[in-house]
Nanobody, 124 residues
């Protein structure tokens, strides 16, 4: 599968952005989808993940209650709605996908496919 992330940009603190990740292929609904982010000088960190059918979601504690992950399997797209953005949310955001079960979906190693990333900058 190939992944294309979009929707990043510059926003003021307290604002919102919606990221999208479009996937190629006919088996999108078979993939667990995740969002990660990487700030300058820091390691890539887990943000959120959603199950194949979209019925199960998990979040990092740092974004819980502010971010919402969702997917539209008919459109081969996963979304990340980000509200109440803060300067510490500034990072490159990556979408990721995996077909395997029984993996650590909170770790980058749990995903086989990655998008190119989209930059989110939150100004104070």
């Amino acid at each position: 599968v190939q992944l294309q992330a979009s929707g990043g940009g510059l926003v003021q603190a307290g604002g919102s952005l919606r990221l999208s990740c479009a996937a190629s292929g006919r088996t999108f609904s078979s993939y667990i989808m995740g969002w990660f982010r990487q700030a300058p000088g820091k390691e890539r960190e887990f943000v959120a993940a959603v199950s194949q059918a979209g019925t199960g979601t998990v979040y990092a504690d740092s974004v819980k209650g502010r971010f919402t992950i969702s997917r539209d399997n008919a459109k081969n797209t996963v979304f990340l709605q980000m509200n109440s953005l803060q300067p510490e949310d500034t990072a490159i955001y990556y979408c990721a996908a995996d077909l395997r079960g029984n993996v650590n979906y909170r770790a980058p190693s749990g995903y086989s496919y990655w998008g190119q990333g989209t930059l989110v900058t939150v100004s104070s």
